[in-house]
């Protein structure tokens, strides 16, 4: 299922201190193991995680001044940097766009939303556009009665989930 796309680890927030270390907004488990980000643009020295989230200092970044330019920017790796996945565990990365059908072949749009409110996480579907007007978004847990199945060329969910949207 692997696509050689860039995947989104994690989103510097703000500078931290006057030496050049930068906040960061982690998406990831552990972003340890990967030392360059953004195609080889920024080299992470050193992280740390403190009860206010994770620090972070790069090589290429000297001071303050520098740090706090990085605001917003995403530290990004491909996707073939990252791990590889058990049987029913996947990356939101590779759902994100993905066409979606339900299991009685009816096309129901695609994926562009992932979002966990704390029970699982939750798939948003947007219909297609219809008259000119985006389509009508609904969303369906990513649970196995919910969602079957999913590749790197779909994602079906059980039709009784759409038929609710």
Not at 52 to 60: C, K, M, S, T
Not at 126 to 141: L, Q
Request: aromatic share 6%; net charge negative; proline share 8%.
């Amino acid at each position: 299922m692997p696509k050689d796309t860039s995947v989104t680890l994690a989103v510097v927030t703000g500078a931290h201190g006057v030496t050049g270390e930068v906040r960061l907004k982690v998406f990831a488990e552990d972003l340890k193991p990967h030392k360059s980000f953004n195609a080889g643009a920024l080299t992470l020295k050193t992280l740390r995680i403190t009860p206010q989230g994770a620090i972070a200092r790069f090589a290429e970044i000297p001071d303050r001044t520098a740090a706090e330019k990085l605001r917003g920017t995403e530290l990004t790796v491909p996707r073939s940097a990252l791990p590889p996945l058990g049987e029913g565990e996947y990356y939101h990365a590779d759902l994100l766009g993905l066409p979606v059908v339900s299991d009685t072949g009816e096309s129901l749009g695609h994926v562009v939303l992932i979002e966990n409110f704390g029970a699982g996480d939750v798939i948003e579907i947007e219909r297609p556009a219809e008259d000119g007007k985006p389509g009508k978004r609904f969303m369906v847990p990513m649970r196995p009665e919910a969602v079957p199945e999913w590749d790197a060329d779909r994602l079906v969910v059980a039709a009784a989930y759409a038929d609710q949207a």
